[in-house]
């Protein structure tokens, strides 16, 4: 069974731009999260969907969304770039929501911000 | 607020030695806590994971304590590798909640 793909791995923006991410969930999979890992913060929870419907966000300012596609694919989208958005950002998927459903992480994709 | 605290941030062991990770939390409601190994240019994958209805959790070298009256969790590596080293992240959640907590995580470096 093929893991949950990242894609792109890098990106390398500018302040003020705005970026989108993608994530598709191992296959039968219909919970994808998203979380931010940053040196020393761990890794902070951004959303999770389940069926195209958002179940949870995190303390994050409304520049970052996400959408669930009726496939179960995720993407992320950061508007109005600032420095501190530069992380590694991880998509998660599992086979269902709630939080004793462990989770399968992507490769994740960095995100530079100059 | 830092829902789990994990503890050292990071730890340096011989080939052989027993590597311990420490966490702990607030939240009575988690009844989920598992630990997931980072490898550099990886993402996180899920190592072993414990419900609070037991106190040890064994699996190969790798073993979770867990204290339900201390609120705190640990993660046990005997007989260290160099293989096994990588960033060890402690989480904790509810299944009435739709996330996971993380901890800060811990890098693991086992000396040859």
């Known amino acids: 069974k093929a893991g949950v793909t990242q894609t792109p791995r890098y990106l390398i923006k500018t302040r003020g731009q705005q970026v989108t991410l993608s994530c598709s969930p191992i296959?039968?999979?219909?919970?994808v999260s998203w979380y931010q890992q940053t040196p020393g913060q761990g890794l902070q929870f951004l959303f999770e969907?389940?069926?195209?419907?958002?179940?949870n966000k995190g303390n994050f300012p409304g520049r970052f969304s996400g959408r669930q596609f009726s496939n179960s694919r995720s993407e992320m989208n950061v508007s109005t770039l600032e420095l501190g958005d530069s992380a590694l950002y991880l998509c998660?998927?599992?086979?269902?929501?709630?939080?004793?459903?462990?989770?399968?992480f992507g490769n994740g994709t960095r995100l530079t911000v100059t | 607020q830092q829902q789990v605290k994990q503890s050292p941030q990071s730890l340096i062991v011989q080939k052989g030695g027993i590597s311990i990770i420490n966490c702990a939390y607030e939240?009575?409601?988690?009844?989920?806590f598992p630990w997931y190994q980072q490898f550099p240019g990886k993402g996180p994958a899920l190592l072993i994971a414990?419900?609070?209805?037991?106190s040890e959790k064994k699996e190969g070298r790798f073993t979770i304590s867990f204290n339900k009256s201390a609120k705190q969790f640990s993660l046990h590596i005997m007989d260290s590798q160099p293989g096994d080293s990588a960033t060890y992240f402690c989480?904790?959640?509810?299944?009435?909640?739709?996330?996971?907590?993380f901890g800060t995580g811990t890098s693991l470096t086992v000396i040859p």
């Open positions: 989480a904790a959640s509810s299944l009435t909640g739709n996330q996971f907590y």
């Open positions: 998660a998927s599992s086979p269902q929501t709630g939080g004793n459903s462990p989770l399968h």
């Open positions: 414990i419900r609070p209805d037991v």
């Open positions: 296959s039968g999979h219909r919970s």
């Open positions: 969907y389940f069926s195209e419907t958002q179940r």
């Open positions: 939240n009575t409601a988690f009844d989920y």
